[in-house]
């Protein structure tokens, strides 16, 4: 089945070591997100990518960082956790400007709940 | 949410209707989705308005007014798998970018 897949599910890090999350998807979508989900919280995007462009989040702290080697794969690249930084990270792909799409619905992944010790 | 608000929590019965309302700023306004998302899972696609009116999918329908900034999501013959939190999403405009509100976390009681 087409999806949105993104690993680990859970992953534990210390304050300042560097982490990086990933996300790929089957969907062959143009468009990748990265979302941050704090505690009862709205998701907020932190950037996203329209094919190769970057576009990063006016208030997206420099810590955070993203590639996208392909159309396949998107990373998350956080520098130097910080205890603020535990949250879910959401990646949602969709596709834009084609031909016969109605709307731009996001699929997102299942999530990596990210702890800092 | 920037500019979204919907109420943080509802309470129901099961089998019984509920109305989730929404509320955003309309400018630039391109579009109002409605996700679900149960607790420590991803959000899912539920619904999608552009137009003013009633969309109806099956248990859950969807209302879209523009002028008034306003949408709601209905849920009828609620279920105990329908406790979740249900988002309100804004489509920003040229940069299709997906503005969230806090999200309604309903409960479902027997």
């Known amino acids: 089945d087409a999806m949105v897949i993104q690993n680990p599910r859970y992953q534990v890090t210390q304050f300042g070591k560097p982490v990086t999350l990933s996300c790929s998807q089957t969907l062959n979508h143009n468009v990748m997100y990265w979302y941050q989900q704090k505690s009862s919280q709205a998701p907020k995007l932190l950037f996203h990518y329209y094919d190769k462009d970057f576009n990063n989040e006016a208030d997206t702290p420099d810590n955070f960082q993203s590639r996208r080697p392909n159309t396949s794969f998107c990373f998350l690249d956080i520098r130097s956790p910080g205890l603020g930084d535990a949250a879910m990270y959401l990646c949602a792909t969709s596709r834009e400007g084609a031909t016969g799409v109605d709307y731009n619905e996001q699929f997102f992944g299942p999530g990596t709940r990210l702890t800092v010790l | ?110």
């Open chain 2, 1 to 110: 949410g920037q500019n979204i608000d919907q109420p943080t929590e509802m309470t129901a019965t099961e089998g019984a209707i509920v109305q989730i309302n929404c509320t955003y700023q309309t400018s630039g306004f391109n579009g109002l989705f409605w996700y679900q998302q149960h607790a420590g899972e991803a959000p899912t696609f539920l619904s999608y308005n552009v137009l003013d009116g009633l969309e109806e999918k099956g248990r859950f329908s969807s209302f879209l007014s523009r002028s008034k900034g306003y949408s709601y999501l209905l849920l009828k013959e609620l279920q105990m798998k329908d406790s979740a939190s249900y988002l309100c999403a804004r489509h920003g405009g040229a940069t299709n970018k997906l503005i969230f509100g806090t999200g309604t976390l309903l409960a479902v009681q027997p």
